[in-house]
């Protein structure tokens, strides 16, 4: 009789270890989430940030600033509800602006204008490695919390479920093949 409560509690401190590990794992994915999450913040808003720099430096023809410009300032201004749109659109405006060569050139052959060049090709090639991160993080995290275990025991606590951050992030591509 003892010898079978020794082995149940073996078997229930074992089960217990297991369910503690599992949810200090996933406690892990969603710190790393959420320091994913605001990598990709700080990196749309320094997008958001050049793009102001560039669109009110008056290199650029005036239709050419006024995109930008409300593309920009509406991307900083967005709500985290239409957040994914205004950066869309922001990527969207880039990518009309900067649809010709000859514009990143005239931009670069200005005063300053090759440093500005370098930190808006550098702005808009880490915004989809950060956006990458994250959804990485939020796949792994949503992986687990999928699991039966995880969802019988409550392990993930009351943390709201992980959502990806999709966007429109394609680069210009004459912006998007300099180097850094």
Known sequence: MIETLV??????????VYLSWTAGRLDRLHSRMDAARAALDAQLVRRASVVLEVATSGVLDPASSLVLYESAHAA????EEHREVAESELSQALRAVFADAD?????KAAPGGAEAT??????????PMARRFHNDAVRAARALRR?????????????????AFEMDDEPPADLAERPV
């Open 103 to 107: 514009q990143v050139e005239v931009l």
């Open 147 to 163: 699991h039966r275990k995880v969802r019988w025991f409550r392990l993930a606590g009351h943390a709201p479920f992980p959502l």
């Open 7 to 16: 082995w149940i509690a073996l078997g229930l401190g074992a089960v217990g």
């Open 76 to 79: 900083r201004q967005a709500e």
């Open 118 to 127: 370098e930190e808006l090709a550098a702005a808009v090639r880490r915004v």
